[in-house]
Nanobody, 121 residues
Framework: QVQLVESGGGLVQAGGSLRLSCAPS????????MGWYRQAPGKKRELVAA???????NYADSVKGRFTISRDNAKNTVYLQMNSLKPEDTAVYYC???????????????WGQGTQVTVSS
């Protein structure tokens, strides 16, 4: 019943910036690792960035130095700050939570609905 809700996508010119947000729709206890994935037409879905509950981060080489992932554990919200955007960043961006604890149980591998990011040249 808990859903991940993404926001912040849109159309931006090359070199511009966007900030994506992802938060659960209802009250939960905690989330383990949260990540951002993206999928462009005709391509496989790929990991962009991830952050653990302890704050450890990792990035795809293609976005390192341009994107920053962060999270607010009190709000169970994850963010993706995207700077110096390139046309090749154009894709649908999906939020993922590997494990969501709610009540006395948990949900595994939950995805948001996706938000479109389009970078024009």
């Amino acid at each position: 019943q808990v859903q991940l809700v993404e926001s912040g996508g849109g159309l931006v010119q090359a070199g511009g910036s966007l900030r994506l947000s992802c938060a659960p729709s209802g009250s939960i206890r905690s989330i383990n690792t949260m990540g951002w994935y993206r999928q462009a037409p005709g391509k496989k879905r790929e990991l962009v960035a991830a952050v653990t509950s302890g704050g450890s981060r990792n990035y795809a080489d293609s976005v390192k130095g341009r994107f920053t992932i962060s999270r607010d554990n009190a709000k169970n919200t994850v963010y993706l700050q995207m700077n110096s955007l390139k046309p090749e960043d154009t894709a649908v961006y999906y939020c993922n939570a590997d494990l969501i604890r709610i009540g006395d149980s948990f949900l595994y591998n939950r995805w948001g609905q996706g938000t479109q990011v389009t970078v024009s040249s």
